[in-house]
Structures are given as structure tokens and as C-alpha cells.
């Protein structure tokens, strides 16, 4: 038995529960670094990238706001909070590519999301301006992917947090994963109350 507390209540949870709370918070699973970086693999994450702003667009279309204000589990972040994230983190990751192709693997700067969500622009930010603000982004930043060099996958950059190395092709498997993440959080969310 896993006891938990929050702000609202305590809880008991069986071991069942954990595993429910686990699918909430990885509807596809946890990311694992892939074993082969083809050419074809990197195609397909930038795929996922380049089609990430229009799938998330069609998810949110014509949610209300009580809906878009949903956490899409206890504890966790509303629709609104989840697709202005999206945002943020890949700006971060966008610049963190940036910095690695002009740069000698230079130490980036972690920021903390959790509390970036906690803003007040990213719990009340029109769902809209930020379906618009994702696919800005994701088109500069998917032009870009699609002109490095073979040689470039190979760049790296520092993350202090962690004090480990990435190299990029590492990052775009692990934000294509982001992606796909985020993306399902909400359409579980849906699924789970029937807003489909």
C-alpha cells in the first residue's frame, strides 16, 4: 500500500492504483534512447515534430473552457497548462539545438517547467495563441533539423542538472517522445471522460 499526500486529501493507493497513476503520467511509456539513429529513424522524429502543432490543434478544437481546465490526472497539469508546455520546453529544446550547432559543447541552461506551468500566462493563456505560438516554432525549428549534416546528429551539449553529454540525435528521439507524451495525455484524457 502507497500512501500519498496532497494539498486536498490523503490517499491510500494499492498497487493497482500505482500502476494507473503510472499509465496517467506515461500513456506511451517512459523514453528509452534508441538503439539505431537511421536515416529513416531521424526522418520519422522529425516527422512527429513537423506534424505535432496540427495534431494537438485538431485534440483541443472545440473544447470548452471547464474542458481545456481539466488536469489530466490528480495532480497533474490542465490541457491549457499541457499544450502552452509543449511550447516552452520545445523553445528550450530549439535554442539547446542552437547552441550545440554553434558552439563547442556548450553548457545549456536548465529551467524548471514545473514551475513555468505554475505561471499564470501558462494556466489562463488562450489555448488558441498557443496552438499558434507551437506551430511557429515547430516550423523554424523542424527547417532547421531538416538541414543539418550527417556529422551534425553527433554535436553535443552539457546539461548540468544531470552532468551529462547529449548529442542531438539523441534529443530529437527524445522530443519526438515528448511529443507523442503530450499529445497523449490529452487524447487520454478525452477518451477517459468521452469528449471524443
Not at 545549456?108 to 499558434?132: H, M, N, Q
Not at 516554432?137 to 548540468?160: C, I, S
Amino acid at each position: 500500500m502507497l500512501k500519498v499526500k496532497n494539498n486536498y486529501q490523503e490517499k491510500n493507493y494499492t498497487m493497482k492504483d500505482t500502476i494507473d497513476i503510472e499509465l496517467l503520467k506515461y500513456p506511451i511509456g517512459k523514453f528509452i534512447s534508441p538503439l539505431e539513429f537511421s536515416k529513416a529513424n531521424l526522418s520519422l522524429w522529425i516527422q512527429t515534430l513537423e506534424a505535432l502543432p496540427s495534431r494537438i490543434e485538431k485534440e483541443v478544437n472545440g473544447l470548452s473552457k471547464l474542458q481545456l481546465d481539466t488536469p489530466y490526472r490528480e495532480g497533474g497539469w490542465t490541457i491549457r497548462q499541457v499544450v502552452f508546455h509543449l511550447g516552452d520546453s520545445h523553445m528550450n529544446s530549439y535554442c539547446r539545438f542552437k547552441l550545440a550547432m554553434t558552439e563547442e559543447q556548450p553548457e545549456i541552461r536548465p529551467y524548471f517547467e514545473d514551475r513555468w506551468a505554475g505561471l499564470e500566462d501558462a494556466k489562463t493563456a488562450e489555448v488558441d495563441e498557443s496552438c499558434e505560438f507551437l506551430n511557429a516554432l515547430h516550423v523554424r525549428w523542424v527547417r532547421f533539423l531538416k538541414n543539418l549534416e550527417d556529422a551534425d546528429w553527433a554535436r553535443t551539449f552539457f546539461h548540468p542538472e544531470t552532468k551529462k553529454e547529449f548529442n542531438l540525435k539523441t534529443t530529437l528521439a527524445l522530443y519526438a517522445w515528448h511529443s507523442e507524451h503530450h499529445l497523449h495525455h490529452i487524447i487520454r484524457l478525452k477518451e477517459r471522460n468521452n469528449w471524443m
